[in-house]
């Protein structure tokens, strides 16, 4: 990314929320002169790319021109360091430590249950919930796609989200199970795993007498 934007980016995640003077006064301390007006056109580009908020209207407690406060989304707040992997393995193992396996299955279960009730998939003709279902796991970085085939559908995911959690085990695997059967409302039949050495996962989902 450009160097100026990721300034702003930077800015923006420390101070929560700012103006373009307040932006612009902050870049001039870190990097020399800059303007207004290409402090705007960078904005303008991360607005564009899903990376920082609509302005908002800044109340001001004396007279003068309005202001408008910029502040980051959630997409630009996963652009900086986080702790998330290492403590969703450490999770992992301590609960392999402690509990049985079927007890695991049932909470990830209920995790997975939580995500389809949250996804929303509206009841829908199959090939239409397909694309909803699609639509969601690519937001959550599966890389999904769907296809026809002789008997139903084909759902390919291209990328486990989970790679590098140490889940030697499979319950991860079995939770995205659950998961695409929750979302889809059909229990679908899983033909390429990743974890047995091919490239994707996929899932053949029979096709019911009204889908043709």
């Not at 006064?25 to 207004?36: F, N, V």
């Not at 960078?42 to 406060?69: A, W």
């Not at 999904?144 to 002789?150: I, P």
Request: proline share 5%; charged share 25%; aromatic share 4%.
């Amino acid at each position: 990314m450009q160097e100026t934007r990721r300034l702003i980016l930077d800015i923006l995640r420390r101070r929560s929320h700012a103006t373009v003077d307040e932006i612009v006064d902050e870049l001039q301390r870190r990097r020399g002169s800059i303007t207004a007006v290409t402090v705007r056109h960078h904005l303008m580009r991360l607005q564009e790319d899903g990376l920082i908020t609509s302005p908002e209207l800044k109340r001001r407690s004396s007279p003068g021109r309005p202001q408008y406060v910029y502040a980051l989304t959630e997409k630009a707040k996963d652009l900086f360091p986080n702790n998330y992997q290492r403590l969703a393995a450490s999770l992992l193992t301590e609960l392999q430590k402690q509990l049985p396996k079927d007890s695991i299955n049932v909470i990830l279960e209920g995790v997975a249950d939580t995500m389809a009730h949250e996804a929303v998939v509206p009841n829908l003709p199959l090939v239409d919930r397909l694309d909803a279902v699609v639509d969601y796991l690519n937001q959550n970085g599966y890389e999904a796609n769907w296809e026809r085939a002789d008997d139903g559908f084909l759902l390919t995911t291209s990328n486990c989200p989970y790679h590098g959690l140490g889940d030697e085990s499979g319950t991860l695997c079995q939770m995205d199970m659950r998961l695409i059967s929750s979302l889809l409302g059909i229990v679908p039949r899983r033909i390429t795993h990743v974890s047995d050495g091919d490239a994707t996962c996929s899932y053949m989902i029979p096709v019911m007498t009204n889908e043709h």
